[in-house]
């Protein structure tokens, strides 16, 4: 039995590297005696010395000591918490270099997981934004203290270290506002901020949502308890200091949990819900509903699944994975039918509600897992022309990829937001499926995150 190449690469060992691509989490890759290398920070094209600080069976992580040659396309990162916070990877990146090696992320992983000859195939150049800050229309903040100061932020890369943000370069400037005021308030009125060791205290985490193109604004206490000190006077502090919030709302989440949101949401005051608009469709976005964060490239991302889909009025469409309907309502007008599933039922309630407002009256939209719901309505004698997916970051479930090639749609359309996984469905569909071409979208700006638009034409 052959034994796994031994690691030569030693716990603290100092050594040169010259850094060949970016990685899936936008670390640097590089090869010292044919061992891969992650670098978090390094470029391609950059000759560095690295530490290593982090030794496993198939690879070795390392932190920078010097860099001996940079890259041309390195620049300083505006964000004062840049290195500490983690939330963003590239802003170390010139953005347009970004949108190259986020393309180069999507060809590696057809590299690695699929037999596609990667030189016919049509991928195109990543689709950017003309403004790639403050983009972010969402955040949640968790909350802390230390020597009596109130701190909201994230916490630090690999470690429990709460970070007080007071400003970031990705999120809409009016979240960022938000959060500040909320946390003056606080401050103001001594309310108690819960401890996670001692499990004591109220407001746990701040999320602010604003509608970029209504302006419209909600803050959501998440506190551990259902009641919350002082509450009216908190409430009507927090108008004063924020004259456009239309939506104050408590959720109570008292579990020991890393999740933000509990079950129960109790409105404090204004509405229940914000508008939010993407194109012609408008959208009431509740504390907890799913909505992309990145508004403006949404509209970019769903004119391409469009393009993609080529639709003629005659169309029977199935939307997997629906969500709240926007993908399938982006496309309703151009399709015969549209039909759409979700696991989450309020989801569903939701694409129901808005099919009803904007007065599409040929869209189905029903709670379960695509890969049961389709056999059924093709055992009816409904089969789809067309198939929309926009899986989690796991992918398509293994049922559903047999569900497609046993249903065989004449057209499938995969929004993808995890190169590795998009390649491996692709590789699982190619029997039946050949790649017609693929579209890039950076929803993300400065993040190692990159969206993908493949069609994929019945062979």
Same mark, same amino acid.
């Given at each position: ?24 989490? *936008?670390?640097? $890759? ?53 290195? +500490? ?12 270099? +970004? ?22 195939? %049509? ?5 950017? #934004? ?11 903040? +968790? ?28 999120? =809409?400037?009016?979240?960022? %506002? ?62 004063? !200091? ?12 008292? *579990? !020991? ?8 949401? /109790? ?37 391409? /699944? ?10 029977? $469409?199935?939307?997997?994975?629906? *969500?709240? *309907? ?14 759409? #599933? ?30 049961? $719901?389709?056999?059924?309505? /093709? ?47 692709? +590789? ?9 071409? #693929? ?6 700006? =400065?993040?190692?995150? $990159? ?9």
């Amino acid at each position: 039995m052959k034994t796994e190449q031994s690691i030569k690469i030693k716990p603290k060992q100092t050594f040169p590297l010259t850094i060949k691509r970016l990685g899936i989490n *936008g670390e640097g $890759v590089g090869y010292f005696k044919r061992q891969v290398v992650f670098v978090p920070g390094a470029l391609p094209g950059e000759e560095v010395v690295v530490e290593a600080t982090n030794i496993n069976p198939k690879f070795a992580e390392a932190k920078i000591k010097k860099i001996r040659v940079k890259s041309p396309h390195r620049v300083q990162p505006p964000c004062p918490f840049y290195e +500490q916070c983690g939330g963003c990877q590239l802003q170390h990146l010139k953005y347009d270099q +970004q949108l190259k090696e986020k393309r180069d992320i999507i060809i590696q992983a057809l590299e690695r997981h699929t037999k596609l000859d990667i030189s016919k195939l %049509e991928i195109r150049e990543t689709i950017g #934004m003309e403004n790639p800050w403050g983009y972010r229309n969402k955040s949640s903040f +968790q909350v802390g203290q230390k020597e009596g100061k109130i701190l909201a932020g994230l916490y630090g890369m690999n470690s429990h270290q709460l970070i007080d943000i007071d400003h970031c370069a990705v999120q =809409h400037s009016q979240t960022t %506002e938000a959060v500040n005021a909320v946390k003056s308030v606080l401050d103001e009125l001594k309310i108690p901020i819960y401890n996670e060791k001692t499990r004591k205290g109220v407001v746990r985490t701040i999320v602010t949502r604003v509608g970029v193109q209504s302006g419209e604004l909600q803050v959501v206490l998440i506190t551990a308890t259902k009641e919350l000190p002082k509450q009216e006077l908190l409430i009507k502090q927090i108008q004063a !200091k924020l004259p456009n919030v239309k939506s104050i709302v408590q959720n109570i989440n008292g *579990g !020991k949990t890393s999740l933000i949101f509990g079950q129960e949401t /109790v409105k404090l005051a204004g509405e229940e819900f914000i508008q939010e608009s993407l194109g012609d469709l408008q959208f009431e976005l509740s504390a907890r509903t799913f909505f992309q964060l990145n508004p403006l490239q949404t509209v970019k991302l769903y004119n391409e /699944v469009k393009a993609a889909a080529g639709l003629t009025g005659k169309e029977k $469409v199935v939307d997997a994975y629906c *969500g709240v *309907g926007t993908i399938g309502l982006w496309l309703a007008d151009q399709a015969a039918e549209v039909r759409g #599933m979700d696991v989450i039922p309020e989801s569903i309630e939701d694409a129901k509600k808005n099919a009803r407002r904007h007065g599409f009256t040929n869209t189905k939209y029903v709670p379960g897992k695509a890969e049961e $719901v389709l056999p059924k309505w /093709v055992k009816k004698g409904w089969e789809p022309d067309v198939i929309v997916v926009d899986p989690p970051r796991t992918g398509l479930d293994g049922q559903l990829i047999q569900t497609i090639l046993q249903v065989k749609p004449k057209k499938l359309i995969y929004v993808s937001c995890n190169p590795s996984t998009l390649a491996k469905d692709i +590789q699982a569909l190619s029997s039946k499926y050949d790649v017609k071409y #693929m579209q890039p979208v950076d929803m993300f700006p =400065h993040t190692a995150h $990159v969206e993908c638009v493949t069609q994929l034409n019945l062979k």
